[in-house]
Structures are given as C-alpha cells and as structure tokens.
C-alpha cells in the first residue's frame, strides 16, 4: 500500500524560529518521488520540491532545507527563520512510478505569528 | 511555463444545476490529467484520470455518472458536476502531467483550483 503520513496537523511558532514538518512514507515501488507543496489560503497548491528515490541528498534553497532519509521512509522539511508569509497548509506527497498517481499526506497547517 | 489554467476560479449555483469546471495546460501537451477534491482542512483526493481520447478512470467510491470528465484534446480536460447538490460542494484542482520523455514520473502542474457552492 501507498500512504503519506504528517503526523503533525498544525504548528505554531513566533516569527524567526525554526520549524520542521515531518513526512513519513510508505511504498513497495523501488523507484518513486516525493514533493513539499505549499497552500497559501487563496488555495493553489505551489510547487516547492521533488526528490526521487535514489538520491538521497539533502537540499537547501534560501531558507528551505529538505532532509531525505530512505532507511526511515522521511523526508522532512525545514523552514529556518520562519516569517508570516511561510503561514500555509504544507504537503507532503509520494508518486507512485507504477501507477503515476500522487498520494497526499493529511497536510499540516503552519502559523507563523508575528 | 508550464502554466495550467482552470477556470472557473468560483461558482456559486443552486441545487440541481450542472456545472462545467475547464483544466488547460497553456504552454504544453497533456494526454494525463488529474482532478482532485479537498474538503475544508482536508487533503487533496485523487477522484479520476483524465485520458486524452479515452475514457476516464475513476476511484474507488467516485460516482462517474455524477462527476463527468470529458479530455477531448491535449490541452482540455473538463470535469462536469452534473445536478449538484449542497453535499457537492467543494474544492475542486485539477493537474496535467506534461507529454515530456517517458514513463509517468514527470512532475504534475497544478491549476488553481475551482471552488464550488451549491445552494
């Protein structure tokens, strides 16, 4: 079976701090992807990362990093020095190679206060 | 660029009437599309593949005769709610998977999504 989990359903932090979002997966394919998508609340789902399952390289971009560990199915997400605008429904989600259908986590739902 | 355009961005009908929700991908070719539904606080669900020139595949517990998708060209994928009712209303995103190389793992684009009430 195929399934996202975040387990956190929502964060709150006062602006700078640092703050992850946990992802954890669950797949039988050999070969699969898994993205971050953000919804702001005009709801489009914005495009922040893919990352297939051979490399295992963690990322950074700005204040993003992304932390890929295949041997505990997770790739988390951190934001550091978080502000206002990062305020979002984050998504984690696994595409299948077999079946080309992306699986959603639940979301978790950041707030960032001032 | 790949831009995908859904339009309407919000409607607002009585119960009973059927709605026509339009996903263009606007710089590239899509043979795959995707709709998708979100219930308030709740994450996005997969109702049906959308095949160029084929029929749709739908999943499980999703009424086809209700949720109508028609992807007449590699460019439009239209999902129709026909006689929708207040328990229809949603937030309604549909995707396009660009014809790009093989196989499906090219990433999906994401129109923005339409959000329907049904009085």
């Known amino acids: 079976a195929q399934k996202v989990t975040q387990a956190q359903t929502e964060i709150s932090v006062v602006e700078k701090e640092d703050v992850t979002l946990d992802c954890v997966y669950e797949?039988?394919?050999?070969?699969?992807?898994l993205f971050w998508y953000k919804q702001p609340p005009s709801g489009e789902l914005v495009f922040l990362i893919r990352r297939n399952s051979f490399d295992e390289q963690n990322e950074i971009s700005g204040r993003y990093s992304w932390n890929f560990q295949k041997s505990t199915s997770s790739f988390n997400f951190t934001i550091t020095a978080s502000q206002v605008v990062d305020s979002a429904v984050y998504f984690c989600?696994?595409?299948?190679?077999?079946?080309?259908?992306?699986?959603f986590g639940q979301g978790t739902t950041l707030q960032v206060k001032p | 660029g790949a831009v995908v355009s859904q339009h309407p961005s919000r409607v607002i009908c009585k119960s009973g009437t059927s709605v026509k929700i339009e996903c263009r991908s606007l710089?590239?070719?899509?043979?795959?599309m995707f709709w998708y539904r979100q219930f308030p606080k709740q994450s996005l669900m997969l109702m049906a593949t959308?095949?160029?020139?084929?029929?749709?595949?739908?999943e499980q517990g999703v009424e086809k005769d209700k949720f109508l998708i028609n992807h007449a060209s590699l460019t439009l994928s239209t999902l129709t709610v026909t006689s929708a009712h207040p328990e229809d209303s949603s937030f309604y995103i549909c995707s396009a998977r660009p014809n790009i190389g093989t196989g499906v793992n090219q990433p999906q684009h994401f129109g923005d999504g339409t959000r329907l009430s049904i009085l």
């Open positions: 959308s095949n160029e020139g084929s029929k749709a595949t739908y």
């Open positions: 989600a696994l595409l299948s190679s077999n079946t080309g259908k992306l699986i």
């Open positions: 710089d590239f070719q899509a043979t795959t």
């Open positions: 797949t039988r394919d050999t070969t699969y992807y």
